[in-house]
């Protein structure tokens, strides 16, 4: 069994053959880590990279996501049996008086076809709730989404939260969503601003300095 059709299959958004193909393969021997990092990962980095570019649009990438994560579901408990290391872990986040999710989803399925653990907090976070996240997990990641212009001041809240209670430095907050930019995210001091689902795993690990 080819990787190389489990690629396929998960740029084009074929969950059936993503499925078939990963079991097969592992029907074969091929290692569940070999699977996971040589075609499921590189697929969904390719469909963020053609997603950046304007080549492929969120339905696209929330199909390719979907068939990722039906392999991902094969791979999961068989590469937990393994112990082996993620890439980081993150907590995501939409924040308080905010009830979008869509996104938030979209970025969390990016994030883990990337490689990351996900810790998802929902929608409608409130600061305290971020805070005792990363005292709980100390997560590398802290993602946070706004999709409505008054519930950006929310991001401002929990930066100043996670400052008040001694534990901004130990983390690195990731921003996005539609009202969100660059500019914002620097004005009140995040470590990383992701404009798209897309782009946020690329983000991530340029925050983490990993590959």
Known sequence: MSLDTIYDAVLRGDAKTATADTQAALDDGVNPNEILHEACIPAMTEVGRLFENGDKFIPEMMIAARAMQSAVDILKPLILEEDVEVVGTIVLGTVAGDLHDIGKN??????????????????????????????????????????????????????????????????????????????????????????????????????????
């Open 106 to 211: 979209l970025v969390g399925m990016m994030m883990e076809g990337a490689g990351f653990e996900i810790i998802d907090l929902g929608t409608d976070v409130p600061p305290e709730a971020f805070v005792q996240a990363v005292q709980k997990h100390s997560p590398d990641l802290l993602g946070m989404s706004a999709l409505l212009t008054t519930t950006m001041t929310s991001i401002t809240a929990t930066l100043e939260a996670l400052t008040e209670a001694g534990v901004r430095d130990k983390v690195k907050v990731i921003i996005g969503g539609a009202p969100i930019t660059q500019e914002f995210a620097n004005k009140v001091g995040a470590d990383g601003f992701a404009g798209d689902a897309g782009s946020a795993p690329r983000v991530a690990k340029a925050l983490l300095g990993v590959e």
